[in-house]
């Protein structure tokens, strides 16, 4: 079992920044098995979308609404995955979603991500 607690999000103005942190603890060999970790959005009335993944070894992979702008990075020593958000534009407002794979999926609960002026 692994649990996701996601933090960071808030309101920002557009053209500002928002760092997401997303904190995996469970079984040490549960998260020892961690291999890719993403980070996931949501708008009301559409399904979730990925924004970025990375594999343990830091192999990266972004939407094309993400390159450029932001960035994930993983501490596997601290068990923590980030996601930087650049230059922030209204149609970034979501709930992001932290994912993590083992031979589970796994989910955290979401945090909340307003753009607005």
């Known amino acids: 079992q692994v649990q996701l607690v996601e933090s960071g999000g808030g309101l920002v103005q557009p053209g500002g920044s928002l760092r997401l942190s997303c904190l995996a603890s469970?079984?040490?060999?549960?998260?020892?098995?961690?291999?890719?970790m993403a980070w996931y959005r949501q708008v009301p009335g559409k399904q979730r979308e990925l924004v970025a993944e990375?594999?343990?070894?830091?192999?990266?992979n972004y939407a094309d609404s993400a390159k450029g702008r932001f960035t994930i990075s993983r501490d596997n020593a601290k068990n923590t995955l980030y996601l930087q958000m650049d230059n922030l534009k209204p149609e970034n407002t979501a709930v992001y979603y932290c994912?993590?794979?083992?031979?589970?999926?796994?989910w955290g609960q979401g945090t909340q991500v307003t753009v607005s002026s």
């Open positions: 990375i594999t343990r070894g830091g192999n990266t």
């Open positions: 469970g079984r040490i060999s549960s998260i020892n098995a961690i291999n890719a």
């Open positions: 994912h993590a794979v083992t031979t589970w999926d796994y």
